[in-house]
């Protein structure tokens, strides 16, 4: 069963992102899981959050392993403990639809990759699971946008 959008021909597609400013809190750290870092997030920031949730991480691994940025986009900067506040330029992405249980967004990441193999594509350093339809408590249901940034032809 597929839990992505698109054909099994051309399951991704591209996009360019626009420049945004982000809150963040990094991890792993005291971060259990995706919805324990999200909550915090909208109890910190709630009034300042225009756009959905999202994991952001790089190909570089650090000595705890895969650092993962928790992210939502703001209007504009605050004073608030343990959250950084980064611009994200805007990029050229290759996107995916993943609708389905998150237990298999390994599958969807899979045919992202294979994608984009195939495609002969080089990737930047960005990844990004954003959590479209995201509800605290309730993290694990709902689509997510898989984006993998794509380096420019030269």
Known sequence: MNFYS?????????????????????????????GMAFDILYQEL?????GCPFCM????????????RYCVPVTHMAV????????????????MMHDGPQNLLGESWEILFDFIYRKNLRTGIWRREIYLNYRSGKPNTGSVELQVSICPDK
């Open 46 to 50: 709630n009034s300042l959050i225009c």
């Open 57 to 68: 991480f790089t190909e570089q691994l650090s000595r705890e392993g895969l650092r993962i």
């Open 6 to 34: 698109g054909s099994a021909k051309e399951p991704a597609t591209f996009l360019k992102t626009r420049d945004i400013l982000i809150a963040c809190i990094s991890g792993p750290k005291d971060i259990t899981d995706t």
């Open 80 to 95: 608030k403990n343990m959250i950084d506040f980064v611009h994200l330029p805007g990029t050229t992405m290759v996107s």
